[in-house]
């Protein structure tokens, strides 16, 4: 089966850096994805990393894949208030599943 | 259309009554997904569709809950006899090439 898990609650302080971590056990992931939600919205779609690559990055967001280990991480440079949110981190498998971790909620205080 | 469209954004319908819930996907997007999300916790997969394949309808939670998708266009999420319980966000996403991109959801409440 496919479960992905990820921490609760992260603090961080403006300006620094966070890194939200997620674990998934499906090896036949195709795509892993990070998405935000803010208060009362729906799930934007962050970004994404195809199952072969090790690393992305794209402006303040670095996502690091490790497939041996089925771990998944985004890192957000120089945190900003308005990154406060709610993450996800999601699993594509070849059986066109998509699945879900419980959400990080990122709380960035000045 | 730019993107996926849900309707309504807000339904509040008394306990006991049918409800419907649309969503218009992205055009050309094979995969349409539905997920319910209650007040502070993760999405619940409720059922895909996936071209003109079979629906997996593993996550619908009880025979209330029915769904149906016309080859790639809309589809319509129906919840019959709603409880209490069924109050929550239902989010729409659909999907190619296994991007998947959401709706801003439907809120039912339940009264």
């Known amino acids: 089966g496919e479960d992905v898990e990820q921490s609760l609650f992260l603090s961080v302080r403006e300006g620094d850096s966070s890194v939200i971590n997620c674990t998934y056990t499906?090896?036949?992931?195709?795509?892993l994805y990070w998405y935000k939600q803010e208060p009362g919205a729906g799930l934007q779609l962050l970004t994404y990393?195809?199952?072969?690559?090790d690393m992305k990055q794209d402006q303040r967001l670095t996502v690091l894949l490790n497939k041996k280990d089925k771990h998944l991480s985004l890192r957000i440079a120089d945190t900003q208030t308005g990154d406060s949110a709610i993450y996800f981190c999601?699993?594509?498998?070849?059986?066109?599943?998509?699945?879900f971790g419980a959400g990080t909620t990122v709380t960035v205080r000045a | 259309g730019a993107g996926v469209s849900q309707s309504p954004s807000n339904k509040v319908t008394e306990k006991g009554k049918d409800v419907e819930l649309r969503c218009d996907p992205i055009?050309?997007?094979?995969?349409l997904y539905w997920y319910r999300q209650r007040l502070g916790q993760g999405l619940e997969f409720l059922i895909y569709?996936?071209?003109?394949?079979?629906?997996?309808k593993s996550g619908l939670p009880s025979d209330r809950f029915s769904a149906e998708r016309t080859g790639e266009s809309v589809s319509t999420l129906t919840i019959q006899r709603t409880q209490q319980e069924d109050s929550a966000v239902y989010l729409c996403?659909?999907?190619?090439?296994?991007?998947?991109?959401f709706g801003q959801g439907t809120r039912l409440t339940v009264v």
């Open positions: 999601a699993e594509y498998s070849n059986d066109y599943k998509l699945s």
């Open positions: 990393i195809f199952s072969n690559m």
């Open positions: 055009s050309g997007h094979t995969a």
């Open positions: 996403a659909s999907s190619t090439q296994g991007l998947a991109f």
């Open positions: 499906d090896s036949s992931s195709t795509y």
């Open positions: 569709f996936q071209g003109n394949s079979a629906p997996d």
